[in-house]
């Protein structure tokens, strides 16, 4: 099986002069989870080329195994520095979607068009969705054929007001995934901050922050494995 995994290529954090791009713990835990369990993994982003990761996810309180794995893969790097062109890929040669946070989504892929399609191509002909801590932000401005948001209804998550509030990004981030997900008629839920949280509503599957990532793949791999 063939998993699309969706990054970044937004490196500016706002006006605050600072670097930001995916966060390497929502990639990697995900990646080896799936690749260990023989899935196929294809990283694209808009640009293609190389993925630009947000800095602070290299802090060493943001380390796990997963991402000290990552650090010394050569493959993987290898990967993240020669992805593909989101625009080059199709939902028909894959059998989900993964779309890792980092606070990059929230300027390029929650307003990027084949990202839109993208995922509604996914959704629409019964293939999972799945998105962790800010990624969930791309579903945005994603409608339905009948009009509806995307996620009108469904039982979703992703970062928290108060986890942006933490790190203290709140009036730097072009908005906040929370209020995006509940104002578009999403059944938003959250446990305490940096708690492990991952819904599932059918095809749908999210995670509120880093830690919860881990949780994602899991979930997806059980969809998939039906």
Request: hydrophobic fraction near 35%.
């Amino acid at each position: 099986m063939k998993i699309l995994f969706v990054l970044t290529s937004h490196d500016e954090l706002g006006n605050t002069g600072k670097k930001t791009g995916f966060w390497v713990e929502e990639f990697a835990a995900p990646y080896y989870s799936l690749k260990d369990s023989g899935f196929d993994i294809v990283v694209a982003t808009p640009k293609g080329g190389q993925a630009p990761i947000d800095p602070k996810s290299e802090d060493p309180d943001a380390q796990t195994p997963a991402t000290e794995r990552y650090y010394k893969d050569e493959e993987v790097q290898n990967i993240i520095s020669n992805t593909e062109k989101l625009s080059d890929q199709k939902a028909a040669d894959f059998d989900a979607v993964f779309y890792p946070g980092g606070h990059g989504p929230l300027w390029d892929l929650a307003y990027d068009k084949d990202s839109q399609q993208l995922i509604l191509d996914f959704y629409n002909n019964d293939k999972p969705v799945s998105a962790v801590c800010h990624a969930p932000g791309v579903f945005k401005d994603i409608v339905l054929e009948n009009g509806d948001p995307f996620v009108k209804g469904k039982n979703v998550t992703g970062f928290s007001n108060t986890e942006e509030e933490a790190v203290q990004l709140t009036e730097v981030v072009p908005f906040l995934v929370e209020d995006e997900l509940r104002n578009s008629g999403g059944q938003y839920s959250k446990t305490d901050d940096w708690g492990v949280h991952v819904v599932q509503d059918g095809l749908l599957i999210t995670g509120q922050n880093p830690a919860s990532s881990e949780g994602v793949a899991e979930k997806l791999m059980t969809v998939l494995k039906k």
